[in-house]
């Protein structure tokens, strides 16, 4: 009896040890989970897509356009000296995904620091995609490449005509009249991909268009919400006519440019090669034309001070008869002044320090036969 009992005993404690021992085990797999839990920390989902575009013409206006509908995503617009701004300000976003950088030239004096930012941005595994058609180092392009970021350049075509070109398929129907627009505005309707875009329209109906949109994309430019706001409609697929008072606001644009004659008359002066003049009470762009024109030249320079920057803001034109490619005189001497700039052949631009004007006017002249 006394050896039974001790069996059965044994055997309890032997059950109650079990249970012990399961308890324990069951504890600590609960402790390692609770562990893991509080030690993972899951990484930012990037979702964001971002188009930095140009703010100052048709061109840039309607590539972000086309792009928002294209991807969706959000405009950030700039002039050509904000570029770098824009790009340090969204090199640490954590939820940026994809970038879009259109119409935005480089200049000598900030292509380093454009490449050091966009592989920064690689390195994070965000996507980058640069459509432009102003002059570009070769080498620039074989390190944006060589970084992984797609490319898509063409001096023959505006920038929108190359948006639309290679994201046709995610496009409408509509697409095709904005791109028309910007390769008007940007005196390029007569490449080859323009010219076919052009082609499906009344060559009236574009042209007016095209002017109607690029005045009030000019009037507007101390605007930022307004010139988003064009982003968004022309995405949405309206005509110029569709929007409110934009035929009204181009009318006034036009009375200015009209004044504008005038004061270009009195005020312009020429050097052998150019007709160059300070504009003091409208936009630069706005103005290089008639000075071009009204000079007899075949190059016009006109030039608006920014104060709050001790800056000349200068546009530069070029006739059909001028043989020397301006964007890529204008980059070297811009960037050889302490400036920055670039451009098309006969179209371009340039931001130069303050004291450094005449130099460069006076340069200008000497490299133009």
Known sequence: MASSKTKSTSKKISKTSGVKKTTKKSNIKKTTKTSIKLSSKKPTQRTKIVCISHKEDCDGISSAALIRQAFGGDAILVDYPGQMEALNQIVHDEKLKSLFICDLGLSKKTQDEFIDILSTLRKNKVSIT??????????????????????????????????????????????????????????????????????????????????????????HQKEPDYLLYLVEELADSKFPHDIPNTYEFAQIQVEKLSQMIAKVKKGMKTMKNLGYMEILDAGASGAVNFVMGLSGKDVGVAYKERVDHGIYAVSVRGSKNCKVHLGKIVNILATSLGGSGGGHDKACGAVVPKPKIKKFITELNKQIK
């Open 130 to 219: 640069y459509i432009d058609h102003h002059d570009i180092d070769p080498t620039v392009v074989k390190s944006l490449e060589k970084i992984k970021v797609k490319v898509i350049h063409d001096i023959n075509e505006c920038t929108t005509v190359q948006v639309y070109n290679a994201y046709k398929s995610k496009l409408n129907d509509h697409a095709s009249f904005v791109a028309t627009c910007a390769a008007i505005t940007d005196y390029m309707e007569d490449r080859p991909l323009g010219s076919k875009l052009l082609q499906i329209y009344d060559r009236q109906f574009a042209l007016i268009s095209a002017t109607v949109l690029t005045y009030n994309i000019v009037g």
